[in-house]
């Protein structure tokens, strides 16, 4: 099975899909993810390792590029784990006012799993030139899936 090509794979701008589960990696895949952040106007980018986002296992790769913080939002069907692998970021959740309830510095030398429960808000906030982390969730990805503050 040929390797994953973020050249061919592209399904939206910065959204990369496997073509089938248990498909390679490159292994320079983080370096290629990064680069393809620093490119793209939200300085995200990701790579889905489910082949549509009908799934019900969701698997994906992000890397997100210096400055970049996320609007404060939830998941209200799903929970949501959260692997960091490069880089630093602050993880925060918060109330239905915006105030901060718990932060945590994520950090890819220590890739300890956060997991995020049902209907919590959060934000994530790049502390580093890059960051890249895993998130596993379930599916299938509706544009219900998220829902901002």
Wanted: aromatic fraction near 6%; charge should be negative.
């Amino acid at each position: 099975m040929r390797k994953i090509n973020l050249s061919e794979n592209e399904t939206m701008p910065g959204v990369f899909h496997a073509s089938a589960w248990g498909q390679p990696i490159d292994e320079n895949l983080l370096e290629l993810l990064i680069e393809k952040a620093k490119v793209n106007s939200n300085r995200k980018a990701r790579l889905c390792l489910h082949p549509t986002p009908d799934e019900l296992l969701q698997v994906t790769y992000l890397a997100f590029s210096s400055p970049y913080s996320d609007k404060v939002h939830k998941h209200p069907h799903r929970p949501e784990v959260v692997i960091p692998v490069h880089g630093l970021a602050r993880h925060s959740t918060f109330d239905l006012t915006g105030r901060i309830l718990n932060s945590q510095v994520l950090d890819g030398s220590n890739p300890v799993a956060n997991s995020t429960d049902v209907n919590s808000w959060h934000s994530l906030e790049v502390l580093s030139d890059s960051f890249v982390m895993i998130e596993i969730g379930t599916g299938p990805f509706l544009s219900t899936s998220t829902v901002y503050l």
